[in-house]
């Protein structure tokens, strides 16, 4: 073989294999990019299930939506009317649940949708994960901030319900500081989630004991920190008490500006709900989750995300109620937005339906009259006529037909009748298209009238 046919060979060759790599390469593109094309247009759906009573409750929400709006995600906020769908859980991927209707835990259940806790454990279920602020922190700082205005004395710690999550790490915070200040002694006030009143009781009961030595007061949550600040003011010792909160809030932080509150704990709530959005969509995707702590429960140790604390006193009041404030405010925006968006679209759909039912009608209402003016106008008579006869003529064809259904013969008749009509009926035909009119006049004017009254 030449040498000129065997460089012929081996480019034919080289062309060859260009042209079958191209093809596979291209197949293998195409196929990426409708993967790719696939994967966008796949929505999943998150179901968030707050606490309606948390004072912080639309910060939780702003760090959910914020992230959210990011990515091709729907978040489904379920309030109790959830309770008596059917499925109220239809498409929800993950459950973030912090309080609210207990049911969709059953539904959770029932459907196997992960549920993933915010701040508190829920009962009766075993959560795939928990985000919960540092508790144990947050009670240190609480007493650290109470020790630097109080070193003797009686302090009343308004616990709430011992059986929710974080109180006795709390406890165990306040004990780590306070235990090295032998001079105060600590009054634990419990109650029940449903009876604040059996705490405030308690607390004007020990203040009403205890004259002059109750010296500081440890509220855990802002609605204890509410009451306490109520019964402090009817005893007029909100200026020689000390009262520190254990949950910040934009409330909170403007009786720490007032003066009727020394200190408070932000527990960071737009981030929790940041943080349970992303963990959220980690247990869609099914990926592991980079957390090293847990929280043992009754169902077990559960895997924990703790959010980092810090107290709030007059010395960074200003940074974090500026941030709290901007925050509430941009969530209340993106709220009335939303609510707005619902009801234009809610009114667009609406007026779509009374336009189309409007115009129906006055199709209706056009045909209606153009009979109307038919049956009139062929029911016109002269003025002059004093007489109107009828001519009624009919026809008859009768056919012959044979044992085959062949026409053998054919026979017509004709009749003709000649009727002359009566005065009587001559007048009621004149006057009742003139009657029908006048009736149809008054109705207009009286509907005009009705509706410009």
Same mark, same amino acid.
């Given at each position: 073989?030449?040498?000129?046919?065997?460089?012929?060979?081996?480019?034919?060759?080289?062309?060859?294999?260009?042209?079958?790599?191209?093809?596979?390469?291209?197949?293998?593109?195409?196929?990426?990019?409708?993967?790719?094309?696939?994967?966008?247009?796949?929505?999943?759906?998150?179901?968030?299930? %707050?606490?309606?009573?948390?004072?912080?409750?639309? %910060?939780?929400?702003?760090?959910?939506?914020?992230?959210?709006?990011?990515?091709?995600?729907?978040?489904?906020?379920?309030?109790?009317?959830?309770?008596?769908?059917?499925?109220?859980?239809?498409?929800?991927?993950?459950?973030?649940?912090?309080?609210?209707?207990?049911?969709?835990?059953?539904?959770?259940?029932?459907?196997?949708?992960?549920?993933?806790?915010?701040?508190?454990?829920?009962?009766?279920?075993?959560?795939?994960?928990?985000?919960?602020?540092?508790?144990?922190?947050?009670?240190?700082?609480?007493?650290?901030? %109470?020790?630097?205005?109080?070193?003797?004395?009686?302090?009343?710690?308004?616990?709430?319900?011992?059986?929710?999550?974080?109180?006795?790490?709390?406890?165990?915070?306040?004990?780590?500081?306070?235990?090295?200040?032998?001079?105060?002694?600590?009054?634990?006030?419990?109650?029940?989630?449903?009876?604040?009143?059996?705490?405030?009781?308690?607390?004007?009961?020990?203040?009403?004991?205890?004259?002059?030595?109750?010296?500081?007061?440890?509220?855990?949550?802002?609605?204890?920190?509410? %009451?306490?600040?109520?019964?402090?003011?009817?005893?007029?010792?909100?200026?020689?008490?000390?009262?520190?909160?254990?949950?910040?809030?934009?409330?909170?932080?403007?009786?720490?500006?007032?003066?009727?509150?020394?200190?408070?704990?932000?527990?960071?709530?737009?981030?929790?709900?940041?943080?349970?959005?992303?963990?959220?969509?980690?247990?869609?995707?099914?990926?592991?989750?980079?957390?090293?702590?847990?929280?043992?429960?009754?169902?077990?140790?559960?895997?924990?995300?703790?959010?980092?604390?810090?107290?709030?006193?007059?010395?960074?009041?200003?940074?974090?109620?500026?941030?709290?404030?901007?925050?509430?405010?941009?969530?209340?925006?993106?709220?009335?937005?939303?609510?707005?968006?619902?009801?234009?679209?809610?009114?667009?759909?609406?007026?779509?339906?009374?336009?189309?039912?409007?115009?129906?009608?006055?199709?209706?209402?056009?045909?209606?009259?153009?009979?109307?003016?038919?049956?009139?106008?062929?029911?016109?008579?002269?003025?002059?006529?004093?007489?109107?006869?009828?001519?009624?003529?009919?026809?008859?064809?009768?056919?012959?037909?044979?044992?085959?259904?062949?026409?053998?013969?054919?026979?017509?008749?004709?009749?003709?009748?000649?009727?002359?009509?009566?005065?009587?009926?001559?007048?009621?035909?004149?006057?009742?298209?003139?009657?029908?009119?006048?009736?149809?006049?008054?109705?207009?004017?009286?509907?005009?009238?009705?509706?410009?009254?």
């Amino acid at each position: 073989m030449s040498k000129r046919v065997r460089s012929i060979l081996v480019i034919f060759s080289l062309c060859l294999s260009l042209t079958i790599t191209g093809c596979g390469l291209q197949a293998l593109l195409g196929n990426k990019t409708k993967t790719s094309s696939t994967k966008k247009g796949t929505e999943s759906v998150i179901a968030v299930s %707050l606490n309606e009573e948390d004072p912080n409750k639309l %910060l939780i929400t702003k760090g959910i939506d914020d992230l959210a709006k990011k990515e091709n995600v729907q978040v489904k906020y379920m309030d109790q009317s959830a309770a008596g769908k059917e499925s109220p859980l239809k498409g929800a991927k993950v459950l973030i649940y912090q309080g609210g209707n207990a049911s969709l835990l059953k539904s959770a259940e029932t459907d196997k949708i992960p549920v993933l806790a915010l701040s508190q454990l829920p009962v009766g279920v075993k959560p795939a994960g928990i985000i919960t602020p540092d508790q144990e922190k947050a009670g240190e700082l609480m007493a650290q901030t %109470l020790v630097s205005k109080v070193a003797e004395g009686q302090v009343v710690i308004l616990q709430g319900d011992p059986n929710k999550t974080g109180v006795q790490e709390r406890l165990a915070g306040n004990k780590v500081v306070l235990s090295k200040y032998p001079k105060i002694t600590v009054q634990n006030i419990v109650s029940s989630p449903d009876s604040e009143s059996v705490a405030k009781q308690g607390l004007v009961d020990f203040l009403q004991k205890n004259p002059d030595k109750v010296q500081g007061i440890l509220a855990y949550t802002e609605k204890l920190a509410v %009451l306490a600040n109520e019964v402090l003011k009817q005893a007029q010792l909100d200026k020689k008490i000390v009262l520190i909160g254990g949950q910040a809030s934009v409330s909170s932080l403007e009786r720490i500006s007032s003066g009727a509150q020394v200190g408070d704990i932000d527990t960071s709530p737009y981030l929790q709900g940041a943080n349970a959005y992303q963990w959220a969509q980690k247990i869609i995707k099914k990926e592991s989750q980079d957390v090293n702590n847990s929280i043992t429960s009754e169902q077990g140790e559960i895997p924990a995300k703790i959010i980092q604390v810090k107290a709030v006193t007059t010395d960074n009041l200003a940074v974090v109620q500026k941030s709290y404030t901007t925050t509430l405010q941009s969530a209340e925006q993106d709220k009335k937005q939303t609510e707005q968006a619902g009801q234009a679209s809610k009114s667009k759909n609406q007026s779509k339906d009374q336009g189309q039912a409007k115009k129906e009608n006055q199709s209706e209402d056009k045909s209606g009259a153009s009979s109307e003016g038919q049956q009139a106008k062929s029911s016109t008579i002269p003025a002059e006529v004093q007489k109107v006869t009828e001519r009624i003529k009919t026809e008859i064809t009768r056919e012959y037909l044979d044992a085959q259904g062949k026409v053998i013969g054919t026979e017509k008749t004709a009749n003709e009748q000649v009727k002359t009509v009566p005065p009587e009926m001559l007048k009621q035909q004149t006057e009742q298209p003139k009657d029908a009119t006048k009736d149809q006049g008054d109705q207009s004017a009286k509907d005009k009238g009705t509706q410009t009254k």
